[in-house]
């Protein structure tokens, strides 16, 4: 079945290390979102990438949309300890147009300071 | 302020019981989702609802069950069928562009089976 992948798993960064997490799809995606989740807290919503080798960023963090649309990474430059967190991303699930999403399952983010 | 809520926030029940977590959202979204999350792991889909009096099993149904007869609310059941039911539980909404907008997440509720 469709599957969606991230590694690492964890990361154990020092403060103002760059950090990177990668995303790869089983499928072609017509888009990919990311999502945050602090420790205790719920998901929320970061980005979508909808077009093939596109580039967003937002202050320190960077993403990419493969040009096949099957992979896709994050980037934060210069870490701080409020990057610590969980981050997923998100791709729709099958070729319907049903919303519904098939999330990877997380790389983890600790920052020591 | 718009939103999703979820209630309770911890929930502690015994083997054998039924329990309904509730989600209510004011964002007048049609798709609703449930979620869970087990430590260290990312979300699996439990039932969805696109519109009000319709839903789908997701990933892992068993053992629950929803309901969806007002927009505002989609509650899930966690069944005493549910063989491992302690978890973190978390309830999403989208709308607009269905298949291509976010989903705003609960706060969630844990569920302790004792």
């Known amino acids: 079945g469709q599957q969606v992948m991230q590694i690492p798993q964890y990361q154990h960064v020092q403060e103002g290390e760059d950090f990177t997490t990668y995303c790869n799809s089983s499928t072609t995606l017509s888009n990919i979102q990311w999502y945050k989740q602090r420790p205790g807290g719920h998901p929320v919503f970061l980005i979508q990438?909808?077009?093939?080798?596109e580039v967003k960023k937002q202050k320190r963090l960077t993403f990419q949309f493969g040009e096949a649309k099957k992979n896709s990474s994050l980037h934060i430059t210069a870490t701080q300890t409020t990057d610590v967190g969980t981050y997923f991303c998100a791709g729709p699930y099958g070729s319907s147009n049903t919303g519904k999403l098939i999330f990877g399952q997380g790389t983890t983010l600790q920052v020591k300071p | 302020d718009g939103g999703i809520t979820q209630s309770p926030k911890y929930l502690f029940r015994k083997e054998g019981q039924n329990v309904t977590l509730s989600c209510e959202q004011n964002l007048n979204h049609d798709a609703m989702y449930w979620y869970r999350q087990d430590p260290g792991q990312g979300l699996r889909l439990i039932y969805y609802s696109q519109i009000v009096n319709d839903f789908q099993k997701g990933d892992i149904a068993e053992g629950y069950s929803v309901s969806r007869e007002k927009k505002e609310s989609f509650p899930l059941t966690v069944t005493s069928a549910q063989k491992n039911p302690t978890a973190f539980y978390l309830c999403?909404?989208?709308?607009?562009?269905?298949?291509?907008?976010?989903?705003?997440f609960g706060p969630g509720t844990r569920l302790t089976v004792l």
């Open positions: 999403a909404s989208s709308g607009g562009n269905v298949g291509r907008g976010e989903q705003f």
């Open positions: 990438l909808v077009k093939s080798g």
